[in-house]
Structures are given as C-alpha cells and as structure tokens.
Nanobody, 116 residues
Framework: QVQLVESGGGLVQPGGSLRLSCAAS????????MNWYRQALGKERLWVASISPDGRSTHYTDSVKGRFTISRDNAKNTVVLQLNSLIPEDTAVYFC?????????WGQGTQITVSS
C-alpha cells in the first residue's frame, strides 16, 4: 500500500532553515508528481510546492517562492523540501502527498514551529 513518511520537522528561530524529507513506498514513485502541503493550527490545509515526476519542473505557492526548494531522488523514492529564511507564518504541520488514479494519499505530517 502507499506509504508516505515525513521527517525533519522541529523548532527553529526566525531566519533559520530546515530540511524535510518524505520517504515514499508502495507505488512507482518516479511516475508521479509529488507535493508538499501545510496546515496551520485551526486553518485549512494549503498547497506549498510540487515537483514533476522527472524533477525538472517545480511550482511553489507565492508565499514561499525564493525561500523553499523542492527536490526529489527517484533512486531513493524520496522528496525533499528545503526551507530557508523561515518566518513565524511558516509554522504548521507539513504533509507530503501524491495523487494516484484520483485518490490523494497523505503522510502523517511533521510539525515545524518558527519562534524565537
């Protein structure tokens, strides 16, 4: 079955950096666009970034452009989100997701807290 396991969250000061990883299994990873979403406490889950199956095309929500970078390693079935210049508004649970044949699969999420 499809499994997505995020790691790398934590507490970081404003201006700091974190690197999130998502380990995928149970499907042909190299064939699917991978996505990161985030959900702040009491808010809806919002799309953050996507990467094409071959890694050549990436897209970001406006609020993270220039600060976050999504990448993938198809040999390791891993998608990474590098977060730089973090601000308190980036505080949220971050989720990895994939859409396969009309069904969206989610990881359990990893918490990022940006605070001094």
């Amino acid at each position: 079955q499809v499994q997505l396991v995020e790691s790398g969250g934590g507490l970081v000061q404003p201006g700091g950096s974190l690197r999130l990883s998502c380990a995928a299994s149970g499907f042909r990873f190299s064939l699917y666009t991978m996505n990161w979403y985030r959900q702040a406490l009491g808010k809806e889950r919002l799309w953050v970034a996507s990467i094409s199956p071959d890694g050549r095309s990436t897209h970001y929500t406006d609020s993270v452009k220039g600060r976050f970078t999504i990448s993938r390693d198809n040999a390791k079935n891993t998608v990474v989100l590098q977060l730089n210049s973090l601000i308190p508004e980036d505080t949220a649970v971050y989720f990895c997701s994939v859409l396969i044949f009309g069904s969206t699969f989610w990881g359990q999420g990893t918490q990022i807290t940006v605070s001094s």
